[in-house]
């Protein structure tokens, strides 16, 4: 059987903490930022861990980097 393909797009915006959890930064923050209060921008700074449903959709695009 030939090797599975990591997705290109899930190697671009996620990344694997030493446990095995999914890393990835919070949506919204793209455009559009003079709509968004203050708080939502604070808020949405830096990364987040994903639920663990969302993490069992990443794991499935990214066979190899666990």
Do not use: W
Not at 7 to 27: D, E, I, W, Y
Not at 31 to 58: E, P, Q, S, W, Y
């Amino acid at each position: 059987m030939p090797k599975m393909k990591t997705k290109s797009a899930a190697k671009k915006r996620f990344r694997f903490t030493a446990s095995g959890k999914v890393k990835a930064g919070p949506a919204g923050k793209r455009h559009g930022m003079i709509k968004r209060t203050t708080k939502f921008i604070r808020d949405t700074a830096g990364t987040m861990i994903l639920c663990a449903a969302d993490a069992k959709i990443v794991k499935k695009y990214m066979p190899y980097n666990r």
